[in-house]
């Protein structure tokens, strides 16, 4: 006697979810010829980034420190050198 496989119902491919840095998400960002800050894309300004390096903005004032402690190390890394 032949018997038919039992039927099953189709299986819907679950499509992979993608994995999106969020605008807000921080990430370490280059500034070319001083360093790297961590910051968000929305935060990251490239003359407060300088200031931050060159210290010419105290700690509590700078963007860059207020946002991630990692930043406080490299704060004013580049104070009087002029290149």
Do not use: Q
């Not at 679950?14 to 070319?32: L, Q």
Request: contains cysteine.
């Amino acid at each position: 006697m032949f018997t038919f496989a039992r039927e099953t119902p189709p299986v819907i491919d679950a499509k992979p979810v993608d994995a999106k840095k969020a605008e807000n998400a921080g990430h370490w960002t280059s500034v070319a010829g001083y360093g790297e800050v961590f910051t968000t894309t929305e935060l990251f300004d490239v003359t407060a980034a300088r200031d931050h390096f060159d210290g010419t903005v105290d700690t509590g004032e700078c963007r860059f420190c207020l946002y991630d402690a990692r930043n406080r190390e490299r704060h004013a890394k580049n104070a009087g050198t002029l290149f």
